[in-house]
């Protein structure tokens, strides 16, 4: 399995949730089912399949988040030393040409990416323009309105 990048923060959230999972979900699961088994038939049981279908989803997720974790290369933006180009967990402050309008954005692994908190997935399309740019050059992208033209203000390693 290749490697996945992810932040630090991104693999704290994902280790959370693992331990979220591990330590109440799991056991929950398994007394609502041990509860159900006691109530007879399971035939015709709806809480049965109920708390089934649940243990299905609570260890296919574990199972997701432990390969994840197992593949991730973890990057700390703070230790970067790029030298002002674009990579993977910098922040990049952008102006459009056209509207001048201003976004900052920060480059995230695909389980991390948030845009209303402006975090973009490494394979986004404006993540793929804006990697190996520097402060001043222009990432053109092509969006579903047409091609759209960014200008780099400021990278910096957040």
């Known amino acids: 399995m290749p490697t996945l990048p992810i ?7 994902l280790k959370a949730e693992l331990h979220q999972l591990k ?25 049965y399949d109920a708390a089934k279908d649940k243990q299905g989803f609570v260890e296919g997720r574990i199972q997701e988040i432990e390969g994840k974790l197992s593949a991730a290369q973890i990057i700390d933006p703070t230790e970067l030393h790029a030298e002002g180009r674009v990579v993977f967990g910098a922040t ?3 102006q459009d040409e056209d509207t001048g309008d201003k976004v900052t954005y920060q480059i995230v692994g695909e389980d ?4 209303k908190l402006s975090l973009v997935n490494i394979n986004s399309p404006i993540a793929r323009a804006l990697i190996g740019k520097e402060q001043g050059d222009v990432a053109e992208v092509q969006a579903p309105g047409g091609l759209r033209r960014w200008e780099v203000i400021s990278v910096h390693y957040l």
């Open 7 to 13: 932040t630090k923060r991104g693999a704290d959230k």
């Open 23 to 47: 330590a109440f979900e799991r056991p929950a699961v398994i007394m609502a089912i041990a509860e159900a088994r006691a109530q007879g038939d399971l035939s015709e049981n709806a809480e």
């Open 92 to 94: 990049v402050a952008l």
């Open 112 to 115: 991390e990416a948030d845009i």
